[in-house]
T-cell receptor, first 114, second 118 residues
Framework: ETGVTQTPRHLVMGMTNKKSLKCEQH?????MYWYKQSAKKPLELMFV???????ENNSVPSRFSPECPNSSHLFLHLHTLQPEDSALYLC?????????????FGPGTRLTVL | AQKITQTQPGMFVQEKEAVTLDCTYD???????LFWYKQPSSGEMIFLIY??????QNATEGRYSLNFQKARKSANLVISASQLGDSAMYFC???????????????FGKGTLLTVNP
């Protein structure tokens, strides 16, 4: 596997379900990100992890719970979601430090909440 | 005020022609970075090109070039010799600050949907 991978690619869940999204980066980066992309809205940054430590929580509701066990893996645990949480969830990684900070994205998980 | 503005919701171009996608930005930080990403219908955000605020030359990557006009705060993406596979959403993004410490966040524009016609 190369780059950033995400599973599952598609997820349909009810409002009472509990599910998890998984992201893995194979780039040797030390920062990982979760973004939400809703229709007709710019990308919204949700969480940032730097060396496994959460450094940003962008006022995300507690029904979204991130977990970063190591610098290569990132999870987003979902519970009691609302229909308005239906969106494309993108994971990204970057190498923190001077200069570019280019973020490389995974293919996303398209989530539908019924 | 929006930090990244992409005024073209949609653009059409004929195959093999060049197209310019507009992006203007707003920041008071003297050090910043500008990025362009491509998002096909499959969803993945693909990094295309980067321009740093102190870079003297306009960035180029293959058929992509960035027309950086610092005084006008614009960072337009130019795609030369368009191909059918270029049809996608294109996003401009900005990182404010030099990139050290907590200066890692990207702010994205709303995107431009490019359609390449055969």
């Amino acid at each position: 596997e190369t780059g950033v991978t995400q599973t599952p690619r598609h997820l349909v869940m009810g409002m009472t379900n509990k599910k998890s999204l998984k992201c893995e980066q194979h780039l040797g980066h030390n920062a990982m990100y979760w973004y939400k992309q809703s229709a007709k809205k710019p990308l919204e940054l949700m969480f940032v992890y730097n060396f496994k430590e959460q450094t940003e929580n962008n006022s995300v509701p507690s029904r979204f719970s991130p977990e970063c066990p190591n610098s290569s893996h990132l999870f987003l645990h979902l519970h009691t979601l609302q229909p308005e949480d239906s969106a494309l969830y993108l994971c990204a990684s970057s190498q923190r430090g001077p200069n570019k900070h280019t973020q490389y994205f995974g293919p996303g998980t398209r989530l539908t909440v019924l | 005020a929006q930090k990244i503005t992409q005024t073209q919701p949609g653009m059409f171009v004929q195959e093999k022609e060049a197209v310019t996608l507009d992006c203007t930005y707003d920041t008071s930080d003297p050090s910043y970075g500008l990025f362009w990403y491509k998002q096909p219908s499959s969803g993945e955000m693909i990094f295309l090109i980067y321009q740093g605020s102190y870079d003297q030359q306009n960035a180029t990557e293959g058929r992509y070039s960035l027309n950086f006009q610092k005084a006008r705060k614009s960072a337009n993406l130019v795609i030369s010799a368009s191909q059918l596979g270029d049809s996608a959403m294109y996003f401009c993004a900005m990182r404010e600050g030099a990139g050290g410490g907590s200066n890692y966040k990207l702010t994205f524009g709303k995107g431009t949907l490019l359609t390449v016609n055969p």
